[in-house]
């Protein structure tokens, strides 16, 4: 019933999660051995009911020791003591200066992949792009794009480790490793970006490694989410109609931005554990169970977003769960906003008649949701 992992449901999930929403709204995967929530009112609830629903996916016997504890796995009241911090020191960036630095680099990429007939915009535009925006952000200097590439995936390949068990130990050492670069750069005696700052600002808030396994985790959702959010979001609004990619000119950022990421979210699940005995749409859920929320399928829910299945890029997406809701709200959502607008805008501007070439090949996970090539020729405007 559930395989998202079935070519049908690579090329196109929403067929299943429409089906899934329909039929078994509340549904128990036995393979999986989780339950799978599908309708939007059902993903807002588990998100915002902490005490019930938390996020220590230890309880339901996924094994993470406590050295690569992070704000991921912190529930209130211990979460919101770094949570704050975290999104102090995010405000306090330097964000005029990122947006310019920002705009030359997607600039660059652009450039140097339309002097090709036909390019690879993840390997060429998104990836970079993203990998730019996350190591300035973080203000992390010896990282190599090569390098956190190839953690980065390990770490994808593991969301799926619930489906294909081996793919679990090389994402924790990969993870290690990651979190090793960005410990580095903690103790360095440099204080830029957010890194510098949490060192400034977060002693006694909690232990250094949950602080540094937190900061790996922004550079690791800085990355991988980011450069498929930008492939999914051109090859949207390039699939929806010609004069789409026009139109962003003339639409309102915030509207179409948020669009995009209701309709071609990379971000598909986030996984909740129950504390007590619950119910979810009449079923009784036991403690210690593992809940999936399918948001990429809440995000396609007619019941909240009428023709949920059309790109509109007026739409009011308020309701949308592309970044959660509830506690653990992402605390990236304006980096990844800043990217989508910035990339997507300057080839709206610059690269208006930028046209796919073939279909884009799918990354063969469930969690993270994206081409793992998309071949297009982006042509500039003379
Ligand atoms: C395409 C872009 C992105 C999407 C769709 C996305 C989505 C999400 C979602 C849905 C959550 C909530 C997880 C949950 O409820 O369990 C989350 C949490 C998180 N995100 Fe993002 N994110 C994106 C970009 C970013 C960026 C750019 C950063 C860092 C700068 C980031 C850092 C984090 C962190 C650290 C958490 C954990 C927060 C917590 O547990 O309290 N994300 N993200």
């Excluded at 999986?32 to 059902?42: E, N, S």
């Excluded at 985790?217 to 989410?225: D, S, V």
């Excluded at 000119?249 to 598909?268: F, K, N």
């Excluded at 769960?321 to 304006?334: D, K, N």
């Amino acid at each position: 019933m559930f395989d998202p992992l079935s070519e049908g449901a690579l090329r196109d999930p929403f067929q299943l999660y429409d089906r899934l929403r329909v039929e078994t709204p509340v549904y128990f995967d036995e393979r999986l051995q989780a339950w799978i929530i599908t309708r939007h009112r059902d993903a807002a609830r588990v998100l915002s009911e902490h005490q019930t629903f938390g996020t220590d996916i230890r309880k339901a016997g996924v094994e993470i020791p406590d050295s690569s504890n992070s704000i991921q796995l912190l529930d209130p009241p211990e979460h919101g003591t770094i949570n704050r911090v975290l999104v102090r020191g995010c405000r306090a960036q330097d964000w005029q200066q990122l947006r310019g630095s920002l705009l030359k680099e997607i600039s660059y990429r652009l450039n140097v992949a339309a002097g090709h007939h036909s390019a690879d915009f993840c390997k060429e535009v998104a990836a970079p792009v993203a990998f730019h925006a996350i190591t300035t952000f973080l203000g992390l200097r010896d990282a190599e794009l090569d390098a956190v590439h190839e953690w980065s995936t390990a770490i994808v390949n593991a969301m799926d480790s619930g489906l294909n068990p081996s793919a679990a130990a090389p994402g924790a050492a990969a993870r290690d490793q990651l979190t090793e670069l960005v410990t580095q750069e903690y103790h360095s005696d440099r204080s830029e970006g957010l890194i510098g700052w949490m060192r400034q600002h977060s002693s006694g808030v909690a232990p250094t490694s949950t602080i540094t396994n937190t900061l790996r985790a922004m550079l690791h959702a800085g990355y991988a989410p980011v450069a498929k959010l930008l492939a999914n979001a051109l090859h949207a609004v390039l699939a929806s109609s010609s004069a789409c990619l026009t139109q962003l000119q003339i639409c309102d950022h915030e509207r179409w931005s948020g669009e995009l990421l209701r309709y071609a979210t990379p971000v598909h699940a986030v996984c909740r554990v129950t504390n007590t005995e619950s119910e979810i749409g009449g079923y009784r859920i036991h403690p210690n169970q593992e809940v999936v929320v399918l948001l990429a399928a809440a995000n396609r829910d007619p019941e909240v977003f009428p023709d949920p299945h059309l790109l509109l890029l007026q739409r009011d997406t308020t309701a949308a769960l592309a970044f959660g809701c509830g506690p653990h709200y992402c605390p990236g959502a304006s980096l990844a906003t800043l990217v989508l607008v910035s990339c997507l805008g300057l080839i709206a501007t610059r690269f208006a008649r930028t046209r796919l070439i073939g279909d884009p090949e799918p990354l063969p996970n469930a969690v993270l949701r994206g081409p793992a090539h998309m071949m297009v020729h982006l042509i500039p405007e003379s």
